[in-house]
């Protein structure tokens, strides 16, 4: 079983940055073989794809909505993954859920269905 756990969510204007955090945890997570994501869901909308990593060699996928301004990454030593999100804007405002896919995973996975651990989320408001 993993846990995954999210903050640094917040308010913030548009333009500004946020970083949120994901600490993952668990008797079998070592963080290897695991595919970690980023996911948001915005009020009467499905949740949507945001960002992927393959824990084993980095490699990162991004929703096109998000390119360039979004960065995912990993801490091994803390088992975390973060999101850094800058030049934020009012349409990103959503519940943001990180989510874990393994062990024995490596692809990056984009569909909500594809993952099997989810944290509780945290909210980012982005104000005009």
């Known amino acids: 079983q993993v846990q995954l756990v999210e903050s640094g969510g917040g308010l913030v204007q548009a333009g500004g940055s946020l970083r949120l955090s994901c600490a993952a945890s668990g008797r079998t997570f070592s963080g290897y073989h695991y595919t970690m994501g980023w996911f948001r869901q915005a009020p009467g909308k499905e949740r949507e794809f945001v960002a992927t990593l393959s824990w084993d060699d980095g490699s990162t996928n991004y929703a096109d909505s998000v390119k360039g301004r979004f960065t995912i990454s990993r801490d091994n030593a803390k088992s975390t993954i973060y999101l850094q999100m800058s030049s934020l804007k009012p349409e990103d405002t959503a519940v943001y859920y990180c989510?874990?896919?393994?062990?024995?995973?490596?692809?990056?996975?984009?569909?909500?269905?594809?993952?099997?651990?989810w944290g509780q989320g945290t909210q980012v408001t982005v104000s005009s």
């Open positions: 989510a874990a896919q393994g062990p024995f995973s490596s692809i990056l996975y984009t569909a909500p269905r594809d993952y099997n651990y």
